[in-house]
């Protein structure tokens, strides 16, 4: 499984997760900010508190994506 190198917070909340295999994948939250689980990020302040530890991307301790679901977030 990759791991993720490091994140860029980018407009209109998306976040670009750049991986250890050379390759990136940004999500585009912005649709989910009415949903209960990432409701929170719906401040930009917040948002771009977003930090990662090679496994999961972390936005303090109240909204984290495992690399997994990054995967399975952006085929949708």
Known sequence: MSRIESIVIKEDYRVEALL???SSITLNLKSRLGTVRFG???DPEA???ATTDG???R???KVEISVSELFQLAQK
């Open 59 to 61: 936005w303090g301790n």
């Open 55 to 57: 496994s999961f991307i």
């Open 20 to 22: 250890d295999n050379g």
């Open 40 to 42: 929170w990020l719906a």
């Open 47 to 49: 948002f771009g508190e």
